[in-house]
């Protein structure tokens, strides 16, 4: 099966038009997987963002104990998308978990189609807004819960490690969007013509 076929066979990317996707086959370049490839490194900075074609892969951050597996990366996933938008440092390392096909679209392409209004650019930057915004907002909320439980069970106080862990994250996830907590909390993502696209600040 041709990498165009695959793509078009993952629900995850049912949205995007058959154009779309041989635009992306034929500006990115195809990469093999195996475990323990390194697609992407942290701390080193970020050039390009990744689409699990086929396989798994895993994110993995660097941690007292050692490492952390954070998320395991299903085919259909795009990895490191703010690395299109932002030249700061990878916040974890991903590698590949299975044997598997991954795609590279550096940020050079990206920008080239993005001057040339490319659809595929645009969906990008829309999807990119979305991520950050449910990432970040995710992120607070989780943390909300676990202080209400704590709050809850006054004997019973959360973990150190599950506690250090979630602000880990928050703080993880902040630091990638260039945004205070404050000005997270001042975000909501809004519909547009009954389609949740992008995010509005809220009116205080």
């Keep these: 099966m ?8 993952l629900p995850a990317l049912r949205e995007y038009s058959d154009a779309e996707l041989a635009v992306l086959v034929t500006a990115a370049v195809e990469q093999r997987m195996s ?3 390194v697609l992407c ?10 689409l699990v074609v086929s396989g798994e892969a895993e994110v993995v951050r ?3 104990e050692g490492e952390r597996v954070l998320a395991t990366i299903a085919p259909g996933t795009f990895i490191g998308q703010i690395a299109l938008v932002d030249r700061g440092p990878r916040s974890a390392t ?6 598997g096909v991954t795609l590279e679209l550096s940020r050079d392409v990206f920008e080239r ?5 490319s659809p595929l650019a645009l969906r990008f930057q829309e999807c990119i807004a979305v991520a950050g915004i449910r990432q970040l907002r995710a992120a607070t909320g989780g943390l909300a819960r676990l202080l209400a439980q704590a709050e809850a069970r006054r004997s019973v106080a959360p973990g150190p490690a599950r506690g250090g862990e979630m602000l880990s994250y928050i703080q993880t996830a902040a630091t990638e969007w260039g945004v205070s907590l404050d000005d997270l909390d001042a975000v909501e993502v809004v519909a547009l013509d009954g389609v949740e696209a992008r995010g509005a600040r809220r009116r205080r």
């Design 2 to 9: 041709s990498v165009l076929a695959a793509l078009r066979a």
């Design 35 to 37: 475990p323990g490839t």
């Design 113 to 117: 189609l993005l001057s040339a209004c």
């Design 41 to 50: 490194r942290e701390g080193e900075v970020g050039r390009s963002c990744f």
């Design 62 to 64: 660097a941690a007292a």
């Design 94 to 99: 991903v590698r590949g978990r299975t044997e």
